[in-house]
């Protein structure tokens, strides 16, 4: 069971922008906890895309943007890509269960 | 650059025990103060964090399954370990091993995780 909450799937033509949000609570992201994004292709383990709410690890183009705020997290993907599609998933900290949260994790379909 | 290898049985009976290990190389898993988590994949779902042991042996669970998981450390075999109890198919899963080093940080390493499936 997945603490923070995503949309399923999210798709988008080629050169548009789409915006995947991750809800949590006050418990975790709204605690000041960051926000980190992954991106996982099929067979493959998860891959940093994000760390810290909204940097960039080297090598990952600037067309992939992180923001926080209140209890929410959004990663923004511009000038979409064939090769984008991916699951993407959102983590963080929960201080009321003492460990680390993930997203229910998305989709993105390029159309 | 630490690198981390799960291994372990591939198939797993309903209401036996999952046993499963994470080899450490590139550091010492006694010299670091990480904290050595497991962290599961059902098919086609998202990630759930299962637990996690700090370097000063300490153990964090996950609360939805703390009383059926036990994370261990072998700092002689430079590996670290997990089993699930009284598996059912629910806990068909990919299994990864990875790093964390602090609340704030994501997971710095990760294994490239391993299929077990729990079936008769």
């Known amino acids: 069971q997945s603490v923070l909450t995503q949309p399923p799937s999210v798709s988008g033509a080629p050169g548009q922008r789409v915006t995947i949000s991750c809800t949590g609570s006050?418990?975790?992201?709204?605690?000041?906890?960051?926000v980190h994004w992954f991106r996982q292709l099929p067979g493959t383990a998860p891959k940093l895309l994000i760390s810290g709410n909204n940097n960039r690890p080297s090598g990952v183009p600037d067309r992939f943007s992180g923001s926080k705020s209140g209890t929410s997290a959004s990663l923004t993907i511009t000038g979409l890509q064939a090769d984008d599609e991916a699951d993407f998933h959102c983590?963080?900290?929960?201080?009321?269960?003492?460990?680390?949260?993930f997203g229910t994790g998305t989709k993105v379909t390029v159309l | 650059q630490l690198q981390l290898q799960e291994s372990g049985p591939g198939l797993v009976k309903p209401s036996e025990t999952l046993s499963l290990s994470c080899a450490v190389s590139?550091?010492?898993?006694?010299?670091?103060?990480?904290?050595w988590a497991w962290i599961r994949q059902p098919p086609g779902q998202g990630l759930e964090y299962i637990g996690s042991?700090?370097?000063?042996?300490?153990?964090y669970h996950n609360p939805s399954l703390e009383s059926r998981v036990t994370i261990s450390v072998d700092t002689s075999k430079n590996q670290f370990s997990l089993k699930l109890f009284s598996v059912t198919a629910a806990d068909t899963a990919i299994f990864y091993c990875?790093?964390?080093?602090?609340?704030?940080?994501?997971?710095?390493?990760w294994g490239q995780g391993t299929l077990v499936t729990v079936s008769s």
């Open positions: 990875a790093i964390f080093v602090d609340t704030q940080s994501p997971p710095n390493f």
């Open positions: 042991v700090y370097y000063t042996g300490r153990i």
């Open positions: 983590q963080s900290y929960d201080n009321s269960l003492s460990g680390w949260v």
């Open positions: 590139g550091g010492s898993i006694s010299g670091s103060s990480y904290f």
């Open positions: 006050s418990s975790n992201i709204g605690a000041g906890y960051a």
